[in-house]
């Protein structure tokens, strides 16, 4: 089953094709400082009421608000800082000093801030206990005063399932007192490159070798995929060789082939896949670059995805098939980034059967999104890969797209969108 008859499948299709054949991978419970970017396989609900009690939200004077008015003069009786204890009584006719976040002593109902009083030593400035306060204006009871379990009650879910750790979802678990959290494993990705080419970089500078740089590339979308990358050494362009790497590297939840998956007569990696088990979905995609792409699944759901050698095919080719996988497996429900429209800087022409994936650069001016290439755009030039921050979808078809023209555009990370400017 080398696939060799079937045409070449649309993008989108393959990526369906794909995505259909990818399951969740189990959860495991981590500490929650290693939680970042997974995907929570619990709910998290709150331990307690958050906030745990009323408290203050504003550096002022906890009073009851019936008591105060514009003039009146109350007596200092408390000092509370954050930290201090709860359950406090304020007596009558008197007001506490408070602190944001300090919880609000028995009786007070309102807080009101420090810069609507006047103290013993002028306007806006604290008083010390035992000495006065007055007050600018009246309150209204509530003022300033953040109510035990506003935010979120005790039981109730603070961070649902499904969930991305972010930074903010990390600081409600913890504020929520979760020390642990059960998140989605991460897939580990096995990567075999081959060529009777390759050396590591190592021994950059080998006559007539060229450097396994895609291993440290696809690494690196691994890592920034969520996964976690295992690079095996370098597979010479040999079937019982091949067979033996892929059967290794199928001890992964997914594995990455790269090179050998043409037409030529040292691209052994489909034929060794077959027999290593794994079942080829399909082969080749109507694209530019990385045309050549195969899929397949092994045992146990293991992806395969055989990418070609040409630097730029292998990244593209992860970017919009790889990617959306490990994503999948990490539990994200969102795996595909979002094209967005843009407009063509300069004239494009479209192949007529594949779509092009051009490297482009993103700029934006008083019409919105502008996207111009960023050089040639050959399969083995990695230049215009550097200085990209998208890649520029042309679907298949005839007449050249006039500059000024909308086209989607895939950002390849979310610095794409970063500026220069506040
Ligand atoms: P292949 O897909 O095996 O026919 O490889 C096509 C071309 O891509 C080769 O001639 C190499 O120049 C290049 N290539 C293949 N594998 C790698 C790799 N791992 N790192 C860098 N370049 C590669
Ligand atoms: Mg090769």
């Not at 696809?218 to 033996?244: C, R, S």
Request: glycine letters at 10%; charged letters at 20%.
């Amino acid at each position: 089953m080398l696939l060799t008859e079937a045409p070449p499948l649309a993008v989108a299709e393959a990526q369906r094709r794909i995505l259909a054949r990818i399951r969740t991978l189990p959860p495991e419970r981590v500490a929650l400082s290693a939680a970042l970017g997974r995907v929570l396989a619990e709910p998290l609900p709150a331990r307690g009421d958050l906030p745990p009690w009323d408290n203050s939200a504003m550096d002022g004077y906890a009073v009851r608000a019936a008591e105060v008015a514009a003039g009146v003069a109350l007596t200092v009786a408390l000092d509370l800082p954050a930290g201090a204890p709860a359950g406090v009584t304020l007596p009558p006719a008197s007001a506490a000093r408070i602190m944001t976040g300090a919880p609000l002593p028995d009786g007070a109902d309102a807080v009101v801030p420090v810069e609507r009083t006047e103290g013993p030593t002028g306007e806006g400035s604290f008083a010390r206990v035992g000495e006065w306060v007055r007050f600018m204006a009246g309150v209204e009871p509530g003022s300033h005063v953040r109510r035990r379990g506003e935010d979120v009650r005790a039981g109730a879910t603070a961070v649902p399932l499904g969930a991305t750790c972010g930074a903010a979802q990390l600081a409600m678990a913890a504020t929520a007192g979760h020390a642990t959290v059960s998140v989605v494993r991460r897939p580990r990705v096995a990567i075999v490159s081959t060529g009777d080419e390759l050396v590591d970089v190592d021994q950059a500078g080998t006559p007539d070798r060229i450097v396994n740089g895609n291993a440290y590339g696809l690494a690196a979308q691994v890592t920034i995929a969520g996964g976690e990358a295992w690079k095996l050494p370098i597979v010479p362009d040999d079937h019982d060789a091949t067979v033996a790497a892929v059967e290794e590297a199928l001890s992964a939840d997914a594995v990455i082939t790269i090179g050998g998956v043409s037409v030529g007569e040292r691209d052994h990696v489909r034929r060794a896949l077959a027999q290593s088990g794994v079942e080829l979905a399909f082969w080749r995609v109507a694209m530019r670059p990385g045309g050549p792409f195969a899929f397949g699944t092994a045992a146990g759901g293991r992806a395969v995805f055989a990418l070609p050698g040409n630097p730029v095919s292998a990244h593209v080719t992860f970017e919009l098939f790889a990617r959306p996988a490990l994503r999948r497996m990490a539990g994200h429900a969102r795996c595909f980034r979002r094209p967005f429209r843009a407009r063509l800087a300069e004239a494009v022409v479209p192949h007529a059967e594949k779509a092009l994936y051009l490297r482009g650069h993103l700029n934006e001016d008083a019409g919105g999104w502008r996207v111009a290439t960023t050089g040639p755009q050959g399969s083995g030039v990695l230049s215009s890969l550097v200085a990209a921050d998208c890649l520029i979808v042309v679907p298949p078809g005839a007449g050249t797209l006039a500059a000024g023209v909308g086209v989607d555009v895939l950002p390849l990370a979310e610095s794409a969108f970063d500026t220069e400017e506040p």
